[in-house]
């Protein structure tokens, strides 16, 4: 078992008034259900959006005398120098800084002297988004037949889903910013069960290999993305590539209007495990960058 942070407790001298900036810098709302007054005996402000904590301001009679043992760091979605200046527009004060060109923090303090660290931007640590950008080549589309253009469109989308996870931090893989399980390491686990299910146990109806062999799906019928908490990306991306090679071979060996073995639940060919995996592989690969977006603020494909 383990907990998540709801919110984090600042204690000042004016909770409104603190509230009132740290709104304007981070973004953050009152709670709808319950907004803040000036005469309130606390104050409270949240994401949006939902994905990080609430703050919440209440007062002590003492002002802050020392340094603060914990302190917030700020990742702007643009420039770094020009996030210090807008918050110090709206009074925050320049406490240190250690900024250079391309690395290094401003540190600054709010109205009552909280410190908080200004760092560079995901662009400005060269983390702009997807590597695969919209000038990364399709394959040729004018002369391949049906055949190599729907493999070597799925090898694309397969390929992208490598490329825009490799170098994600554990915090990010496995952060669940929403209501499900969902998370990037379970999708890239997903998609490694969907490319052995449809191709090496559906289609050409060999034994499910591990680690979905062993999974108790009764249990759990979201195994694949509860197992996938811990994780190491790079052994989920090589379970995800060893799975699209066992896929690969399986196609190879058959025709598009084979069918598949297993018949349990409607016949299908190989041409609509290419399609169906194609537009599986797009749809998560999607959904990959909308959280990557979400956690990271950077944008890609």
């Not at 740290?22 to 994401?47: K, M, Q, R, S, T």
């Not at 499900?180 to 998609?191: D, E, Q, Y």
């Not at 908490?229 to 799975?243: E, K, N, T, V």
Request: aromatic share 6%; charged share 30%.
């Amino acid at each position: 078992m383990t907990a998540r942070i709801r919110h984090i407790t600042i204690d000042c001298q004016d909770p409104y008034e603190l509230s009132r900036f740290w709104a304007a810098a981070l973004g953050y709302v009152d709670d709808p259900d319950n907004p803040n007054a000036p005469d309130d005996p606390e104050a409270l402000i949240v994401d949006p959006r939902g994905l990080h904590p609430g703050l919440l301001f209440i007062p002590v009679p003492e002002p802050k005398a020392v340094k603060n043992r914990v302190h917030l760091d700020l990742v702007p979605d643009g420039p770094r120098d020009a996030e210090v200046e807008r918050l110090l527009s709206i009074g925050a004060t320049l406490v240190d800084d250690h900024r250079k060109p391309d690395t290094g923090w401003a540190v600054l303090a709010d109205s009552e002297g909280n410190e908080v660290c200004i760092e560079l931007s995901m662009a400005e640590r060269g983390r702009s988004g997807d590597p695969r950008r919209s000038d990364q080549a399709y394959p040729d589309n004018t002369a391949l037949p049906e055949r190599e253009l729907l493999e070597s469109m799925l090898d694309w989308y397969r390929d992208g889903v490598v490329a825009k996870v490799a170098d994600l931090p554990d915090r990010v893989v496995h952060a669940v910013p929403g209501p499900s399980s969902t998370s990037i390491a379970g999708l890239v686990k997903h998609l490694a069960l969907v490319e052995d299910s449809w191709f090496t146990h559906r289609f050409a109806g060999r034994a499910e290999p591990e680690p979905w062999a062993s999974a108790d799906w009764d249990a759990d019928p979201d195994w694949e993305f509860h197992s996938a908490a811990h994780d190491p990306i790079g052994d989920l991306i090589d379970l995800y590539r060893a799975a699209c090679d066992r896929s690969r071979a399986v196609a190879a060996a058959a025709a598009l209007d084979d069918l598949g073995v297993d018949r349990a639940r409607a016949e299908f060919t190989l041409r609509f495990a290419l399609v169906h995996l194609l537009e599986e592989t797009a749809r998560h690969l999607g959904h990959v960058d909308v959280l990557v977006e979400l956690l990271t603020g950077t944008t890609g494909e």
